[in-house]
């Protein structure tokens, strides 16, 4: 059973554009909500995280946009550089637990000059 | 700050046959994560340790996975028997505490003939 959705399964985005990657989910146990950003060859990594208690938060070209009612959440990312090129997962973790992370399928990012 | 170390990078077995692969968390880091992420998906949790304590296991197949954690620092996988649906990356988390950021890893990659 998966329960975090992921879309699109690949993205495309010009240099200088907006990539926009969506994920919905449907336990309502999910109380923390990190994106994570992993290359090729490598482990994923924080990017950052959200908390169903709050609607967005930026942090530098990346923003997490969240909607509790829809059980959706997306990321942006603003200015999309080359160097942002990479698989983006976003995953959930229930309450109670701290740590059991459950992923998404990801969503292959390339942004081309 | 050294990050989590694993080994080996790669490794080719037939079906059948046994592996281990190795992680050494980052330094006080109480929490150790075992993940498998087959190509195309996101990571799936195996085991979670804390110190030398299981504290969830029920997504490890346990007639053919194992995992210990002696002393509460390094920790090892195995495999045994392989099969081909093995095939994977492996990749090892850890954190200071259960609540803290998960630092991952450049994972091994398993391919099984």
């Known amino acids: 059973q998966q329960q975090v959705k992921q879309s699109p399964q690949s993205l495309i985005v010009q240099k200088g554009g907006i990539s926009i990657i969506n994920c919905a989910y449907e336990?309502?146990?999910?109380?923390?909500f990190p994106w994570y950003q992993q290359f090729p060859g490598k482990g994923p990594a924080l990017l950052i995280a959200?908390?169903?208690?709050?609607s967005e938060k930026k942090e530098g070209r990346f923003t997490i946009s969240f909607n509790k009612s829809a059980k959706q959440f997306s990321l942006h990312i603003m200015d999309s550089q080359p160097g942002d090129s990479a698989t983006y997962f976003c995953?959930?973790?229930?309450?109670?637990?701290?740590?059991?992370?459950?992923f998404g399928t990801g969503t292959r990012l390339q942004v081309t000059l | 700050e050294a990050g989590v170390a694993q080994s080996p990078r790669y490794k080719i077995i037939e079906k059948r046959q046994s592996v281990a692969f190795w992680c050494n968390p980052i330094?006080?880091?109480?929490?150790l994560y075992w993940y498998q992420q087959i190509l195309g998906q996101g990571p799936k949790l195996l085991i979670q340790?804390?110190?030398?304590?299981?504290?969830?296991d029920s997504q490890l197949p346990k007639d053919r996975f194992s995992a210990e954690r002696l002393k509460g620092v390094d920790s090892t996988l195995k495999i045994q028997p392989a099969k081909l649906e093995d095939s994977a990356v492996y990749l090892c988390?850890?954190?200071?505490?259960?609540?803290?950021?998960?630092?991952f890893g450049d994972g091994t990659r398993l391919s099984i003939l």
């Open positions: 988390a850890s954190s200071l505490f259960e609540d803290q950021p998960q630092h």
């Open positions: 336990n309502t146990a999910f109380d923390y």
């Open positions: 959200i908390r169903p208690d709050v």
């Open positions: 995953a959930a973790i229930p309450t109670g637990t701290a740590s059991k992370l459950t």
């Open positions: 330094s006080g880091h109480a929490t």
């Open positions: 340790f804390q110190n030398n304590g299981v504290v969830d």
